[in-house]
């Protein structure tokens, strides 16, 4: 390689790589564009396959990587899993085993990590509650990894298997949606009457935001995630100068689903927040 090659390597740049299993991480999404709106966001939402909430590791492992490896295709150096199935159940493994074979030079984050490292500022009864899907509550990635930062503090699940559906289907405001928000809200305080914080440890929750607060008590505190990986992002940009500097600065959002664009559009404006157009891609 000569020195025009190495040059043209190290100036090569790429988008933020954003993905959900649908449309849950575009919640995410907005945020880290409200935070930082200069760089380049390419959106994956694997919504032929959705949701990832009841399926196996295996499964969640298999199609979170396949996704993973199509951004890396896309020139993505730094890859957002805006799924807390995904990174529950996927992203240590992509990061400890492949990443080092396939991408080193590439970096995977997940939601988890960087809502668990500062959750005990929002706790004065150290007592957290975590709503999220089967899949997360079973993956126990929660209570593992709050247990690390936060020792002190009580963590109890609940796993809302219905709350996805309701989203995805549109029935996020309906009379219909009351009862799940009402049971899996009772049924986590139940457990412990001292939680005074509440954690959507869901990317597609904040939808149900409205309904969520009309059913817990007043003196809890809801957190969404959106702000929170925001803000850890733009720590970990400022942190790595090496990775901020490989991603492309023009503010451009690009938008891909597995699935059908009609469907995907009108569906994602309303996690979004504003018009969307997306591209299909086949995963085979
Ligand atoms: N939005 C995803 C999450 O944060 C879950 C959706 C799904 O079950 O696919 O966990």
Known sequence: MDNTDDISMKTKTGSIGVFD???????VLKEIINEL???DYTYLGDNARAPYGNRSFETVYHYTLQCVQWFFLQGCPL???ACNTASAKALRTIQQNDLPKIAPDKRVLGVIRP????IG??????????????????????VIEIEKFFPDIKVTQEACPLWVPLVENN?????GADFFVKKYIHNLLHKADDIDTILLAC???????????????VDIKILTQGEIVAHSLKDYLYRHPEMESSISKKGTKEFYTTDSVEDFDS?????????VVSTHIDLG
């Open 21 to 27: 299993s649908g449309y849950g991480g575009l919640t």
């Open 37 to 39: 709106p200069d760089y």
């Open 79 to 81: 890859v957002i899993l």
């Open 115 to 118: 809502t668990t490292e500062i």
């Open 121 to 142: 500022r929002f706790t004065r009864t150290r007592s957290i509650g975590i709503l999220a899907t089967s899949g997360t509550v079973q993956s126990e990635s929660y």
């Open 171 to 175: 029935e996020y405001e309906s009379h």
């Open 203 to 217: 990317t597609h929750y904040p939808l149900l935001l409205k309904k969520i607060t009309e059913y817990t008590p």
């Open 267 to 275: 569906h994602a404006a309303i996690f979004f927040g504003m018009p």
